[in-house]
């Protein structure tokens, strides 16, 4: 078998999707790991609560002789990880997720939910954790258009808000994994009271889809929300501009980013910028 640089973490990752939840355990330590560390069998396994011959296993399906051979290859691969190389990966990886955004747009979708925005009285935009942080970027980028909106990353707040919400209201709820519980909870109480529901999540799963009124799906990679290396925002901040950027074609709203944006760069009575 040939080998060349990072073939064993492209191996690991282009595998994921078929591994079993011990092998995912396996799979997501030699992903994240970074350091040269005591890797035989035996640590492993009690490292990861695994049993040695899991890990033989585990090596076997991707295509080594075995476990030792598998970590041959694996500790050349990690002592190559300089700085320049580090900085690549995060690159890379960013670029990754943009392509996989570029690829998932849909433009009639897009359109829909700008409309949904126009007829709307309220918007209201949940987000948990990192998600609230998107959140709140959502809010200040179409507050500027004149959108009446608002990020909501309170759990108490969520659940008020939503009880609130009538028929003129579109609840924008920001989940990664689609199964945060106050966003599910939050957005379930807006739907009972008519409120029109969008998703923005990576969960193309049916049940999100069969009460949300769209589903905005987003790429993600594995423990990308844990925000390790690569900011868990980034690829719901790419589909918000996109939104941002259909939105902003309506002419009415238009003028209003206009009118912001003037009033920014106003001048006092003595010329100082303010």
């Given at each position: 078998?040939?080998?060349s640089?990072?073939?064993?973490?492209?191996?690991?990752k282009?595998?994921?999707?078929?591994?079993?939840n011990?092998e995912r355990?396996?799979a997501?330590?030699?992903i994240?790991?970074?350091?040269i560390?005591?890797?035989s069998s035996?640590?492993?396994s009690?490292?990861?609560?695994?049993?040695e011959a899991?890990?033989s296993?585990f090596?076997?399906k991707c295509g080594y002789?075995?476990f030792r051979e598998?970590?041959?290859?694996?500790?050349?691969n990690?002592?190559?990880?300089?700085?320049?190389?580090?900085?690549?990966?995060?690159?890379?990886?960013?670029q990754?997720?943009?392509d996989?955004?570029?690829m998932m747009?849909?433009?009639?979708?897009m359109?829909?939910v700008?409309?949904?925005?126009?007829?709307?009285k309220?918007v209201?935009?949940?987000g948990?954790g990192?998600?609230?942080?998107?959140?709140?970027?959502?809010?200040?980028r179409?507050?500027r258009?004149?959108?009446n909106?608002?990020?909501?990353?309170?759990?108490?707040?969520?659940?008020?808000?939503?009880?609130?919400?009538?028929?003129e209201?579109?609840?924008i709820?920001?989940?990664?994994s689609g199964?945060?519980?106050?966003i599910l909870q939050?957005?379930?109480?807006?739907?009972?009271?008519?409120a029109?529901?969008i998703m923005i999540t990576?969960?193309?799963?049916?049940?999100?889809s069969s009460f949300?009124d769209e589903?905005?799906?987003?790429?993600?990679?594995n423990?990308?929300?844990?925000?390790?290396?690569i900011?868990p925002?980034?690829p719901?901040?790419?589909?918000?501009?996109?939104?941002?950027?259909?939105?902003?074609?309506?002419?009415?709203?238009?003028?209003?980013?206009?009118n912001?944006l003037n009033?920014?760069?106003?001048?006092d009575?003595?010329?100082?910028l303010?």
């Amino acid at each position: 078998m040939e080998y060349s640089d990072n073939t064993v973490l492209k191996n690991l990752k282009s595998r994921y999707d078929k591994f079993t939840n011990v092998e995912r355990t396996i799979a997501n330590f030699f992903i994240n790991n970074r350091e040269i560390q005591k890797l035989s069998s035996k640590a492993v396994s009690e490292k990861l609560f695994v049993s040695e011959a899991s890990l033989s296993r585990f090596a076997k399906k991707c295509g080594y002789k075995g476990f030792r051979e598998f970590i041959f290859e694996y500790e050349k691969n990690i002592s190559k990880y300089n700085r320049e190389e580090i900085s690549n990966l995060v690159i890379n990886t960013y670029q990754d997720l943009l392509d996989s955004c570029h690829m998932m747009i849909n433009q009639n979708q897009m359109k829909e939910v700008a409309h949904l925005l126009t007829t709307s009285k309220r918007v209201c935009v949940f987000g948990m954790g990192s998600s609230g942080i998107a959140a709140e970027e959502v809010h200040l980028r179409f507050m500027r258009l004149g959108l009446n909106i608002e990020a909501v990353y309170d759990s108490h707040r969520i659940k008020m808000l939503s009880s609130l919400a009538n028929e003129e209201s579109v609840i924008i709820a920001i989940s990664l994994s689609g199964t945060t519980k106050e966003i599910l909870q939050g957005i379930g109480i807006a739907k009972a009271n008519g409120a029109k529901i969008i998703m923005i999540t990576s969960n193309n799963s049916f049940h999100l889809s069969s009460f949300c009124d769209e589903v905005i799906l987003i790429p993600t990679i594995n423990a990308l929300e844990a925000g390790d290396c690569i900011s868990p925002q980034f690829p719901i901040l790419v589909m918000i501009d996109i939104l941002y950027t259909y939105f902003i074609k309506i002419e009415s709203y238009y003028q209003k980013k206009v009118n912001t944006l003037n009033a920014l760069f106003k001048y006092d009575e003595e010329n100082i910028l303010i």
